[in-house]
Structure formats: C-alpha cells, structure tokens
C-alpha cells in the first residue's frame, strides 16, 4: 500500500453513460497525475495538477474527459459519455517535488469496462 | 521521439533462477530512471531509481544498471521466486522534470513457475 487511494477499483458501465473517479493522494503532496493503462501496455500520462491548479493535459484527454482537484486535495476524473475504448485501467499517482527529484507514488488504480 | 523500449515482452522461468530484463531509451534530454514491478490489478510500485552518474543500483533481489552512453538499462532478478511474478516497467524521465512527466516502456511481464 503506497498510502494513494482510488476508488471504485472497479466500475462496469454501458456506452455513453458518465462515470466519475475519485483518487485522494498522501497527503503532504502537492502534485497528482491521472494515467490510463491498456491491457499489456505501460501507463499513459492524461493531466496533472500541482495544488489545485491543472498544470498539463495530454492530447489523449478528449473533451470528453475532465479533472478536477479543487481543494489540492483529492482528485476527480470524469468521463463524459463513454465509448467502449475508454475501456482501461485509470491510474493516479502523487508525489511531492523536492529539487529535481520526484517519485511518484501510484494508487492500485480504477478498472473500468464500457460495455 | 522520446521512447522506452522493453523486451522481451514476456518471459518464463524457474523458481530460484535467475533473469535480466532489458531497457532501451531515447529519451532527450535524460533526468533519470526507475524500473517498476506492477502487480495484476495493482499500481506500479518504485523498485530503483537511477540518475545520470549512477551506474548500479540494489534493492534487495532485484540488480538495476544504467548505460547512459548507450542508453540502454538493465534489471536483474537473482534468485526468483513465484511472488517476482508481475510486469516490469522501465520508467524515464525527461530532462530537469518541470513536469515530473514520465515516460513509460510498455513493461516485461515476467511468470515465475514452481
């Protein structure tokens, strides 16, 4: 347990449903990122937040997904009308940057399934 | 194009032996890397993290190296047992980190069998 937390760590959806995640970081760190992860492949960075300012979107985050961290916080990650390959696993990781060195800390993630 | 390279992509092996997986990047400019073990189901969890003027780094079992004239980067597993069983992930980062970005391989996923 890396002391990140995720929830639900599984969520089975229909198509174009909406569907909400909620990631609440070790709590002394100001940075969050949001990953997706397909079956065989390594993580893929979306968006990260540096207190409750969003610092970077990746071109994978459609208009479709949106992030949120409005206190610097906990974290939500929405997906608006989910298509079937949205189906992945959602990571999120925290970490607190000291000088040039990071380590971030990842959640054991959210498995989602769009049907 | 900043990548990470794994292989091989899969691999088998005993119980008590051992194993080397591979790493290549080109990554540019080069901040610093960490090999990963991510369990089925669960998050990555840190297992090594080397900088440019490191060339070995230990954790236990598990031996990282680091080439940072060939960009290539290695993780040895001595003495496997069947809990080693998971997917490992070389992990670079890129330059001074203003983002903390990382760049992903897409992970060696190792089955040790009894």
């Known amino acids: 347990d890396t002391g990140v937390s995720q929830d639900p760590r599984h969520k089975i959806t229909k198509r174009g449903q909406n569907v909400t995640f909620r990631c609440d970081p070790i709590?002394?760190?100001?940075?969050l990122y949001w990953y997706r992860q397909t079956l065989g492949q390594g993580p893929e960075f979306l968006t990260y937040?540096?207190?409750?300012?969003?610092?970077?979107k990746s071109r994978l985050l459609s208009d479709r997904f949106s992030a949120e961290r409005p206190k610097g916080s906990f974290s939500t990650l929405e997906i608006q009308r989910t298509e079937q390959g949205d189906s992945a696993m959602y990571l999120c990781?925290?970490?607190?940057?000291?000088?040039?060195?990071?380590?971030?800390?990842f959640g054991p993630g959210t498995r989602l399934l769009v049907l | 194009k900043n990548q990470v390279e794994q292989s091989p992509q899969s691999l088998i092996i005993l119980e008590g032996k051992n194993c080397t997986l591979q790493?290549?990047?080109?990554?540019?400019?080069?901040?610093?890397l960490r090999w990963y073990k991510q369990d089925t189901g669960r998050g990555p969890v840190s297992l090594t993290i080397?900088?440019?003027?490191?060339n070995t780094k230990s954790n236990g079992r598990y031996t990282a190296t680091l080439d940072a004239d060939t960009k290539q980067s290695s993780l040895h597993i001595t003495a496997s047992q069947l809990s080693d069983s998971a997917s490992y992930i070389c992990?670079?980062?890129?330059?001074?980190?203003?983002?903390?970005?990382?760049?992903f391989g897409q992970g060696t996923t190792l089955q040790v069998k009894p």
């Open positions: 937040f540096q207190n409750e300012a969003q610092l970077e």
């Open positions: 790493c290549n990047y080109t990554v540019s400019p080069f901040s610093n």
């Open positions: 709590s002394e760190h100001n940075r």
């Open positions: 992990v670079v980062s890129r330059g001074s980190g203003n983002t903390g970005k990382l760049i």
């Open positions: 080397m900088t440019f003027s490191e």
């Open positions: 990781a925290s970490s607190l940057r000291q000088g040039l060195q990071e380590t971030q800390y």
